[in-house]
Structures are given as C-alpha cells and as structure tokens.
C-alpha cells in the first residue's frame, strides 16, 4: 500500500542504505571528532607549555609581560573555542553525510579544501605543522573526502524523484 500526504506537497523517495563507501566516510567523520576532542584535553593539560611558548615567541618584541600573558590565553581560549566549533563541524557532517544530504558532501569539501589551505599557510609561514593530532586530522579527512566521492557514493547522494 502507497502512503500519500494528506498536504498534497510532493514528497521524496525513500533513499536505499547507505553504500559502505558513505558508512566508512561517516565512521572516520566520527574518528576526526573524537581526535580533536582528544586534542582539547591534550591542550588543556599542556596549557603551562603553551604560555611558554608564546612567551619564548615574544621574547625580543616590544610587548610587556602582562600583554604576553593576555596573548598567551587569547592564544588557548581561541584553540579550545576552535576546537568545539570543529567537534560540533565533524559530528553534523558525519549525521547528515549519512542520511545522504548532497550539500552535506559538498559542505565537507569545502571544510577539507579550507583546513588544507591553513595547513600549507602554516607550512609556507615556516611553522611547523603543530601537533600530530593536526596531521592525523587531516589526514582522517582526506580519507573521508576520498570516500564520499566514490562513485558507489555519488549514487547515494544523487536527487530522488518525487511522488505526488
């Protein structure tokens, strides 16, 4: 028997299940949040580390001490703070990748191509790639981005038709 909306409105077709290639993409989706949030509790224990570092980068600049430790905590309130936006970025990525939203795999793209692009301005800077937690991350993303444009995942994002 065929249910048909009482508002007329057309309504989409059931999506089959997810290909594998999707499933692994939203599992390593799932990996990239769990790294960083590994990440922030790393950070949080090495905070001592980091306000010796951004001292010893400040040492010959004109800054007074008590404008080194204001940058130092912006420095870890801007890291933690980036780190849940990055969390909450990874794990709405992973839930709508899985139920197939197109836009979500391009969203993922887009968020690949932009961490890609702060890692080589890093690198082009002469900073060291900070941590491995950053490489691993990275590279936890390109395996996602790898799958989710197979072509085994290219037809499970495809548009469905629509009933009336």
């Not at 306000?51 to 912006?74: E, G, P, Y």
């Not at 890692?119 to 800077?125: M, R, T, V, Y």
Request: net charge positive; with cysteine; charged share 10%.
């Amino acid at each position: 028997m065929q249910h048909y909306p009482t508002s007329g409105a057309p309504v989409e077709q059931q999506r089959g299940p997810a290909p594998s290639s999707v499933l692994n993409a939203v599992k390593l989706m799932y990996a990239g949040a769990a790294i960083t949030t590994i990440a922030i509790i790393v950070s949080l224990l090495t905070i001592d580390s980091t306000r010796t570092a951004v001292r010893k980068a400040n040492d010959h600049s004109t800054l007074t001490a008590h404008q080194i430790t204001q940058l130092a905590n912006f420095v870890i309130v801007a890291g933690i703070v980036s780190s849940f936006v990055a969390i909450g970025l990874w794990l709405w990525m992973a839930w709508k990748t899985g139920q197939g939203r197109g836009w979500a795999r391009i969203v993922c793209s887009v968020l690949f191509a932009l961490c890609t692009l702060d890692q080589l301005s890093l690198l082009k800077a002469g900073v060291a790639i900070g941590t491995i937690f950053e490489v691993v991350t990275w590279l936890v993303g390109l395996g996602a981005i790898v799958l989710l444009w197979q072509s085994s995942s290219s037809e499970y994002f495809r548009p469905r038709a629509m009933l009336r």
